[in-house]
Each structure stands twice: as structure tokens, then as C-alpha cells.
């Protein structure tokens, strides 16, 4: 997003849930980017434990475009979410617009559980170790 600072946008392609953050300095972006999921899913309420676990499998990393067009219709719908959202606000609070993000309706997902955050609490759950 060409804000200033200008505003990165990840999108993960199974929940649609968004992650935002400070593009600069962009050498560094993806070695930011794992610490920065983990305070979304900790937002969201994700246990520690798949935290942690989503760290681990993110210690390999790649950037690269994503032929999904239902992904890049998202992303164009949260930029423009995001523009409505952040107003005039000089430095916006990204991990809180990316939970306001999270609860859009999207149309991939209106056959199962909606909007990403409610994608991300359905998946949890069914990962989640039986209460005792």
C-alpha cells in the first residue's frame, strides 16, 4: 500500500486471513514477516503452542506471486478496505486494521465459515487437542 510509511499486505490463501506491515526496510521483509504473523494469530487467540508451530514451518521462506485471482480480488478488496479504514490516521495500528480486515466477508470462503477470522477459528478448532 503507498502510505507513508508504505504498508505491506499478505494474504493467506487457505483462511484469507490478512497480515499487514511496514514494507521498510524492504531487505529485511521477510525475516520480519514471521514475527509479525505471529502477533496477528496471537490477536486472534491462536494458542502459543501453533504459534510456535507456524514459526517453525515458516523458517523457510519465498516470495512470490500467487495465480490464485480469488486471492488477488481479496487483496484488492482489503487495500481498499484498509485506504477507507486508515482515514487520516498518520501511523495506522496495522495488527489491529488486519483483525478489522479479518472479519470481511469474502466470497471464497462464504461456503464455509465466511470471513477470515471465522476461517482461522474453524481451523483451530478442528487442529486443536481434545479438552480433557
Known sequence: M???PQVALFV???????????LAPAATLL???PQQV????A?????D???GEELQRMRDRRLAKT???????????F???AEAYHGDTPVPDLPGLAMRLATTPCGPLYSKHVSPDRELDALLRSIAPPAS
Do not use: D, Q
Open 79 to 81: 487495500t481498499h478496505l
Open 2 to 4: 503507498f502510505w507513508k
Open 67 to 77: 495465480a490464485n485471482r480469488s486471492v488477488v480480488r481479496i487483496m484488492n478488496e
Open 43 to 47: 490477536a486472534h487467540g491462536t494458542p
Open 49 to 51: 503452542t501453533i504459534i
Open 38 to 41: 505471529a502477533v496477528v494469530l
Open 31 to 33: 525475516a520480519r514477516f
Open 12 to 22: 493467506n490463501e487457505p483462511t484469507l486471513l490478512p497480515v499487514l506491515m511496514p
